[in-house]
């Protein structure tokens, strides 16, 4: 396997809508004419702490789109998926409440990410699938063969 840092086949990062007045914000993160819109599954929220780190999971056949309304989190994902164009690529993002934006996921890709602080950042994945344990295989922040070192700033 080859170790590259760059775009990922597959992944998009589309800038979004925050619209901010002196009552509070409305984030706008994905409608079904979208182009990022496929197929709705479930809506789910992930807190992460300041320097925490959730990794690795891969989803199967489950496309993720995640926007980051509050807080900040460095994202981190591993291309290993037999005959793409960019197997061994790992692809780093930063997002959150200052560059908030919709990050697409296609299935077959490890994903992780870390809070950047300060505080807990929130993270909401609209997945094309309902969450099924079988369709995710998990391991270790340190478990890949090519492992992301965490601890970067």
């Known amino acids: 396997m080859r170790t590259a840092t760059g775009a ?9 809508a925050r619209i901010a007045d002196a009552r509070g914000v409305v984030c706008r ?39 980051v309304p509050v807080g900040r989190i460095r994202i981190v994902l591993v291309d290993d998926r037999d005959g793409s164009p960019t197997a061994g690529v790992i692809q780093v993002i930063e997002t959150g409440e200052t560059d908030y934006a919709l ?5 077959g890709l490890w994903t992780g990410w870390r809070g950047l602080g300060p505080g807990l950042a929130l993270v909401a994945n609209c997945a094309t699938d ?16 090519e492992p992301y070192r965490w601890l970067c700033p």
């Open 8 to 16: 990922i086949d597959g992944v998009t990062v589309r800038p979004l």
């Open 29 to 67: 993160m994905l409608r079904a004419d979208d182009p990022a819109f496929e197929r709705f599954g479930e809506v789910y929220f992930s807190g992460v702490h300041e320097g925490a780190v959730k990794a690795w999971r891969r989803h199967r056949r489950t496309t993720s789109n995640l926007a």
């Open 103 to 107: 990050v697409t996921i296609p299935p």
């Open 130 to 145: 309902p969450h099924h344990p079988d369709e995710v295989d998990r391991q270790e922040a340190e478990a890949l063969k």
